[in-house]
């Protein structure tokens, strides 16, 4: 079975997911996009507003900011990259439906394993932690830093396999926090992974 098939059927089976709360107040579920084929897979935390409404990863304020960042390195977001999240839904309080929170230890729980088979379904030769959320819970360590771990490849083991990864920060803290100096090591951590693709 191609890699689109497997992807397509696991779609199918998260569509029909309501494991969670979130699940029923979500208007799309957001599955992944970009090339199963692709080399390197880029792993953000979770959709928000715009996400949740076009059922496309990084299509928001975000996504704008980082396409702007792949540009810049000659990586082809459609062709180079397959683009998931750590949720598949947009996490939301029910009294304030309107404000992103960070996901749930619970949430991650139930979904984990779908993102587990999509990354074992592209078996690429690259893993791109983008930001806090997906970094720590793919490790599994709760207090590690972008800071401390960007700019190196290491390796992840994730339900039994190996791969290469990378952590960078997420282009949300890029947009409201970061310092010149780490936008500019954001860009040579993305010419590090452009050699990947
Ligand atoms: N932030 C993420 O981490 N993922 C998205 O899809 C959008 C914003």
Redesign the pocket.
Known sequence: MTKEKQLEDLKNICEKCYACEIGSRRDKM?FSAGNPNAKVVFI?????KD?NAQGL??V?R??QLLNTYLEKVGINREKDLYIA?ILKCRPTNPDRPNKDRVPATPEIKNCIDYLYKQIETVQPNLIVL??GTSLKTLTGKKTIQISKVRGSVFELELNGHKYNAIAIY?P?YLMQYASQEQKDITLEDLKLIKTYV
């Open positions: 957001v953000g935390e979770a959709p928000g996400e990863p990084f928001g975000a996504g999240n983008c930001g997420h949300s």
